[in-house]
């Protein structure tokens, strides 16, 4: 969120921790081959913006939409982030697919009327309830 100074530091603190780092390759093949479908693309997350872009940018991935904490004035699973993206891209939140491992996740694509598809995280401890689909590996969201 803005103006918050947990989050500057934070912010500072995110390019260091990501400092080389690539895209994880099955997140990428997922990204290339939604592109290569025709879909509009967009990253909604509570880091920052800035090392978002780098990340992609240096898996060569560009031209996808991305709001950070940065970019809304209360982070997921509030609303804000995801009605800028549906507003951004021009959809209708029912057209929306939302992919991700958290409650945060489901719990924002809910509260907008989009669908919420839940990647397994063997680092969680739980699989967040309420999602459409669930599955155990993202590029499975291929087959989908």
Known sequence: ARDNPASEIVTQEEPRATHG???DPSTKT???ELRNRGLKLAIL???SRYVVENVLGRSNIRGIIIVGREDV???KPDPEGLNKIIAGIGVFPKEVV???DTY???HVAKSVGARAVVVSNPMLQYS???ADIYLEKITDMIKQ
Do not use: A
Request: no cysteine.
């Open 45 to 47: 997350t509570r880091n």
């Open 104 to 106: 945060h996740d489901v």
């Open 21 to 23: 780092r690539s895209l």
């Open 73 to 75: 004035e209360v982070l």
């Open 128 to 130: 967040p309830e309420g």
């Open 30 to 32: 997922l990204l290339t």
């Open 98 to 100: 939302v992919i991700g």
